[in-house]
């Protein structure tokens, strides 16, 4: 069981190239979510699926694409990447209990992504 | 914007201490959460109290959680190096998604 992987590790960019990054969950889960975590700004949610063939938008989704084409994958496109993208992304995915709200997340371990 | 707020930003600590971390929020919630994340790695989750309990443990992870004063507290007992980390609360509300604080650093000497 590998959970939540991510792909690539890390990544540097040019301005204005573009580039998906990969998330992977085997633990068959409805929910998954992309987050960018920059230094004292916490974790802030960019796009997220509730299912299979579903998104919707976050906190910060302007500059970034997402598609849910397979229950396991979530994808976050960056068409022309700025200066401003360069974070760590975090991929996170949950279970739906149904009736409760508990969305406890599975996260995991980030891709570093550098635009110069 | 941030649902929640971890107090305080920074704590350092001997192994062997207690550590308190707090949290508070703005809005009413459904549950309130607690992740650790270490160095270069993702968030793994800690503990959850929903918003009818009032006192949670899991080993030696003492969670508070009072409504009336929307915050919540971490205790971490008899610390260890290993515990050196950032320790993130994270809020659930109806009709919303989980909203993480900023984060408390961590840091256990040996």
């Known amino acids: 069981n590998a959970g939540v992987t991510q792909t690539p590790k890390f990544r540097v960019l040019k301005t204005g190239q573009s580039m998906t990054l990969l998330c992977a969950q085997d633990m068959n889960h409805e929910y998954m979510y992309w987050y960018r975590q920059d230094p004292g700004m916490g974790l802030r949610l960019i796009h997220y699926s509730v299912g299979e063939g579903t998104t919707a938008k976050g906190e910060v989704p302007d500059g970034y694409n997402v598609s849910r084409l397979k229950k396991q994958n979530f994808l976050l496109g960056l068409e022309s990447a700025a200066p401003s993208q360069t974070s760590v992304y975090f991929c996170?995915?949950?279970?739906?209990?149904?009736?409760?709200?508990?969305?406890?997340?599975?996260f995991g371990p980030g891709t570093r992504l550098l635009v110069l | 914007s941030q649902q929640g707020e971890e107090d305080p930003q920074a704590l350092s600590i001997q192994e062997g201490e207690n550590a308190t971390m707090n949290c508070s929020y703005k809005t009413s919630i459904n549950n309130l959460q607690w992740y650790r994340q270490n160095s270069g790695r993702g968030l793994v989750h800690l503990i959850l109290?929903?918003?009818?309990?009032r006192e949670k443990h899991s080993g030696r992870l003492r969670v508070t959680l009072d409504t009336s004063k929307k915050s919540s507290s971490l205790l971490i007992t008899a610390s260890r190096a290993a515990d050196t980390a950032s320790y993130f609360c994270a809020t659930k509300s109806s009709g919303s998604r989980l909203t993480f604080g900023e984060g408390t650093q961590l840091t256990v000497n040996p």
């Open positions: 109290i929903r918003s009818n309990e």
């Open positions: 996170a995915s949950s279970y739906v209990l149904v009736g409760a709200l508990q969305e406890t997340q599975y």
